[in-house]
């Protein structure tokens, strides 16, 4: 489970050093967003959830000319960079909310991608379920989340220091399947690739994930301050997976995947929504 208030915490620090360090995610949300150019949708209101500082969404605004964009985020730093995107007589529509609670009106967006937000859920299966409640028939959903390996050479260091939870737990492909299933969505496709980025020292890799807000939320973890001998056992275990070129590996693990709503009936209603008809 994931402490939210902790997430939204290190998002709203890391607003500023975001693009900075975002290498990845900015490498992921290129691959997500380029296959809707193999796919055949004309939406008229566009959700990103997740938008961070506005990679997609910005993608969004010239994909899309004509349509409605909003870019949702949890933290406020965040939606606030999304909000300055755009001309001066069309921006996207900056939403702050929890992407397991969407404050929208049942039916009401044709299409939701989300790149690297998914993991942060509690509930997969009440976030899909959400999803496909503003998804009007015919919608489509498109994501990008992150899978069991990633960070693989992290988990397994600290496994030789101390028993506490120093990364997140990823779910793998057919649990996200099955998640989408259960949720109502029809013909889910997912596929996955191993992207592996190189650092000079393993400091390097724990100040990259502090400055893009990605560091431990679990609320089993250490909430005390880190002692040196931990940190250097850690890095001394880390030392197995360093490289001929003398380079310290960090693996993600990437899950793409997209699903559709049908014309049957929808899931549970929300309260407390924003229309979007108008936007």
């Given at each position: 489970?994931?402490?939210?208030?902790?997430?939204?915490?290190?998002?709203?620090?890391?607003?500023?050093?975001?693009?900075?360090?975002?290498?990845?995610?900015?490498e992921v949300a290129n691959?997500?967003?380029?296959?809707?150019?193999?796919?055949?949708?004309?939406?008229?209101?566009?959700?990103?959830?997740?938008?961070?500082?506005?990679?997609?969404?910005?993608?969004?605004?010239?994909?899309?000319?004509?349509?409605?964009?909003?870019?949702?985020?949890?933290?406020?730093?965040?939606?606030?960079?999304?909000?300055?995107?755009?001309?001066?007589?069309?921006?996207?529509?900056?939403?702050?909310?929890?992407?397991?609670?969407?404050?929208?009106?049942?039916?009401?967006?044709?299409?939701?991608?989300?790149?690297?937000?998914?993991?942060?859920?509690?509930?997969?299966?009440?976030?899909?379920?959400?999803?496909?409640?503003?998804?009007?028939?015919?919608?489509?959903?498109?994501?990008?989340?992150?899978?069991p390996e990633t960070l693989?050479?992290?988990?397994?260091?600290?496994?030789?220091?101390?028993?506490?939870?120093?990364?997140?737990?990823?779910?793998?492909?057919?649990?996200?399947?099955?998640?989408?299933?259960?949720?109502?969505?029809?013909?889910?496709?997912?596929?996955?690739?191993?992207?592996?980025?190189?650092?000079?020292?393993?400091?390097?890799?724990?100040?990259?994930?502090?400055?893009?807000?990605?560091?431990?939320?679990?609320?089993?973890?250490?909430?005390?301050?880190?002692?040196?001998?931990?940190?250097?056992?850690?890095?001394?275990?880390?030392?197995?997976?360093?490289?001929?070129?003398?380079?310290?590996?960090?693996?993600?693990?990437?899950?793409?995947?997209?699903?559709?709503?049908?014309?049957?009936?929808?899931?549970?209603?929300?309260?407390?929504?924003?229309?979007?008809?108008?936007?």
């Amino acid at each position: 489970m994931f402490d939210k208030k902790t997430t939204r915490l290190h998002f709203e620090r890391a607003a500023e050093t975001y693009d900075a360090s975002a290498v990845l995610q900015k490498e992921v949300a290129n691959r997500l967003s380029g296959r809707l150019d193999y796919i055949k949708h004309s939406p008229k209101t566009v959700l990103d959830v997740g938008s961070g500082t506005g990679f997609i969404t910005q993608d969004l605004l010239k994909r899309y000319p004509k349509s409605s964009i909003v870019a949702l985020d949890l933290a406020h730093s965040m939606a606030r960079k999304s909000q300055q995107l755009g001309g001066w007589f069309r921006k996207p529509l900056a939403v702050c909310a929890d992407a397991e609670q969407l404050p929208l009106k049942p039916d009401s967006i044709d299409l939701i991608i989300s790149s690297l937000m998914l993991q942060w859920s509690n509930d997969l299966k009440q976030t899909f379920a959400g999803f496909h409640s503003v998804l009007a028939p015919n919608g489509l959903l498109l994501f990008s989340t992150l899978g069991p390996e990633t960070l693989r050479e992290m988990r397994e260091s600290w496994a030789t220091v101390d028993n506490v939870p120093h990364t997140s737990h990823f779910l793998d492909m057919h649990e996200i399947g099955d998640a989408l299933l259960q949720s109502g969505f029809i013909n889910p496709v997912t596929d996955m690739e191993m992207i592996t980025m190189t650092y000079t020292n393993v400091r390097q890799i724990m100040r990259d994930i502090k400055q893009i807000g990605a560091n431990n939320s679990h609320s089993g973890r250490s909430k005390g301050l880190m002692g040196k001998q931990k940190l250097k056992a850690f890095e001394t275990a880390y030392e197995q997976f360093k490289t001929d070129e003398g380079l310290y590996p960090a693996t993600w693990e990437v899950i793409y995947g997209h699903a559709w709503v049908g014309e049957g009936l929808k899931l549970d209603n929300f309260d407390h929504v924003i229309p979007i008809q108008k936007v």
